[in-house]
């Protein structure tokens, strides 16, 4: 079904070294508009690295990436520009603790510049939407963790970035409110996003039913469209 839908993503043979450490080994992959794509594999096996070279925070030493056509393995590319479509959610919440709950969200916003009646009128909404509508004022120290990521996960899709991109999003929560965070993810990307995300969360993987991409030691081992870890042999 997904692979009728646009290309969103394209890697091909993308390499990351650490000096002698080969990380990625030759990546290539597609991903369409409307996927959820679970990676995972192994701690060190590259999912972080290969998560955040799609966002250049990582620059691979080869290969390209393409972003709704554009390579953003370019030097030339303004990839302030791509990132502004690029929304990211990491196991941290990375939240501004001096901040309210509210400020996080808005302050995504303000960055790329949005006006002030739009900021006004989406962080609401946004912050409705991942079940924080009423904690606006508090301050990250007093929201649980899985309140943390929800804020995170407000400010990562304030400016509705086509791609949510999580980089083990469940990882610091506990089974249940992991589980949560799953399906405020899955409410995500029936809105309309793009979810790639990193994840340890064996059980939640194999409810979820979505494309598994197995990564070990740099390389795509396997690509399931509708997998689970159950699957693997
Ligand atoms: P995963 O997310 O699957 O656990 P990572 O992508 O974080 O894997 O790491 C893969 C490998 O890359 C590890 O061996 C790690 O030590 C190495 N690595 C990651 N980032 C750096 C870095 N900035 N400098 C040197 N080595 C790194
Ligand atoms: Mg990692």
Redesign the pocket.
Known sequence: MTTNEKVLIKVENLQKS??D?K?LDGISTEIHQGEVVAVI??????????LRSLNRLEIPTGGKIYFEGVDITAPETDIDHVRQKIGMAFQQFNLLNSKTVYENVAFAMRVIEAPGRIIRRNVPAVLSLVGLGQKGRSYPNQLSGGEQQRTALARAIANNPPILICDEPTGNLDPETAYGIMKLLDDINKRGTTIVM?THARDIVDAMQKRVVT?HKGHIIRDIEKGGYSDEA
Do not use: H, I, R
């Open positions: 650490f000096e450490n990380v594999g192994p701690s060190g096996s590259g999912k972080s690295t290969f990193a990564l």
